[in-house]
T-cell receptor, first 115, second 116 residues
Framework: AQSVAQPEDQVNVAEGNPLTVKCTYS??????LFWYVQYPNRGLQFLLKYITGDNLVKGSYGFEAEFNKSQTSFHLKKPSALVSDSALYFCAVRDRGDRDDKIIFGKGTRLHILP | DGGITQSPKYLFRKEGQNVTLSCEQN?????MYWYRQDPGQGLRLIYYSQIVNDFQKGDIAEGYSVSREKKESFPLTVTSAQKNPTAFYLC???????????????FGEGSWLTVV
């Protein structure tokens, strides 16, 4: 069965510094990988996804993520953090070979950008 | 604008009551989903539907029911059998028919349900 782990409940970064939010996954086949962001009292907003091809994926609001098959990771990154990036971030995985085609979400990482 | 509309945003349920959360999408998506979000537990799948008039239980279906009579609508009923229904409920949709595609799941703005 597929699973996804976000090892940090919270990440604190100073404004202007680079940020990384970690995600590792486990699937029996090849994965589709996603990142979402959630602001308080709102739904999840799609940031980016990896389907195939280039391991570095660029998404909304200057975020990017790198697919690393050997480390089974898909860490979210941004070169320079903004206070407005403070939110809850979810990593998600879909197993291409899963007949049920379910998407599994991590528990989320709360990102605090300090002014 | 295209999107997913959930209503109401806030709903209060008395003990023993059934309540229904509405979810409508105008994205022409085949698949629709209901998730429950509790603090520190991420998202848990309640029910999903890949096509009209068909739906499957997710990981925590007990105490919930759904229908999919129209492509654009997927209402969730929280029954009195659900003993701890206070949570944030998220409806979502995606274009795929469940064939292992990489189609993105898009979410509505969520509904808060509180037991009083």
């Amino acid at each position: 069965a597929q699973s996804v782990a976000q090892p940090e409940d919270q990440v604190n970064v100073a404004e202007g510094n680079p940020l990384t939010v970690k995600c590792t996954y486990s699937v029996s086949g090849n994965p589709y990988l996603f990142w979402y962001v959630q602001y308080p009292n709102r739904g999840l907003q799609f940031l980016l996804k990896y389907i195939t091809g280039d391991n570095l994926v660029k998404g909304s609001y200057g975020f990017e993520a790198e697919f690393n098959k050997s480390q089974t990771s898909f860490h979210l990154k941004k070169p320079s953090a903004l206070v407005s990036d403070s939110a809850l971030y979810f990593c998600a995985v879909r197993d291409r070979g899963d007949r049920d085609d379910k998407i599994i979400f991590g528990k989320g990482t709360r990102l605090h950008i300090l002014p | 604008d295209g999107g997913i509309t959930q209503s109401p945003k806030y709903l209060f349920r008395k003990e023993g009551q059934n309540v229904t959360l509405s979810c409508e999408q105008n994205l022409n998506h085949d698949a629709m989903y209901w998730y429950r979000q509790d603090p520190g537990q991420g998202l848990r799948l309640i029910y999903y539907s890949q096509i009209v008039n068909d739906f499957q239980k997710g990981d925590i279906a007990e105490g919930y029911s759904v229908s999919r009579e129209k492509k654009e609508s997927f209402p969730l009923t929280v029954t009195s059998a659900q003993k701890n229904p206070t949570a944030f409920y998220l409806c979502a949709s995606s274009a795929d028919r469940g064939t292992g595609s990489g189609n993105t799941i898009y979410f509505g703005e969520g509904s808060w349900l509180t037991v009083v």
